[in-house]
């Protein structure tokens, strides 16, 4: 955090020494990053949302011609792509990995319901 926007950077007079301001500025700054956390997650839901209606239409068109639900190859390829995207956002590669897996066998989970007739689920 820049030094403007660092907790206890302001002076003034408080219990126990603390500066009255700093509580303050602090739920200030605490619901600020509540509201860009809350934004964040919202937008995280309607692209997941996105991305599960493409993966449905994949199913659909692997059960229409006989395909396996599950693509290996593709699965490691885009593994390894989301490893190295994370690693230079500054996130960790490990979550990234763990993160697309569970998505992966979802969208594996349902690609099976879709080749056995019934309806998936999103």
């Known amino acids: 955090m820049a030094g403007s926007e660092r907790i206890g950077a302001r002076g003034g007079g408080g219990i126990d020494g603390a500066p009255a301001d700093d509580a303050a500025r602090a739920r200030e700054i605490l619901a600020q990053e509540r509201r860009?956390?809350?934004?964040?997650?919202?937008?995280?839901?309607?692209?997941?949302?996105?991305?599960?209606?493409?993966?449905?239409?994949?199913?659909?068109?692997?059960?229409?011609?006989?395909?396996?639900?599950?693509?290996?190859?593709?699965?490691?390829?885009?593994?390894?792509?989301?490893?190295s995207l994370a690693d230079e956002a500054g996130l960790d590669p490990t979550f990234a990995e763990a993160f697309l897996r569970f998505i992966v066998t979802e969208v594996i989970r349902h690609h099976e319901h879709i080749q056995a007739g019934e309806p998936p689920s999103l």
Do not use: C, M, W, Y
Request: net charge neutral; no cysteine; charged share 35%.
């Open 36 to 83: 860009s956390i809350d934004n964040i997650d919202a937008a995280l839901v309607h692209i997941l949302a996105e991305r599960f209606r493409h993966t449905q239409r994949v199913g659909v068109l692997k059960a229409q011609h006989d395909l396996p639900p599950a693509d290996p190859d593709r699965e490691e390829k885009q593994i390894a792509r989301l490893r």
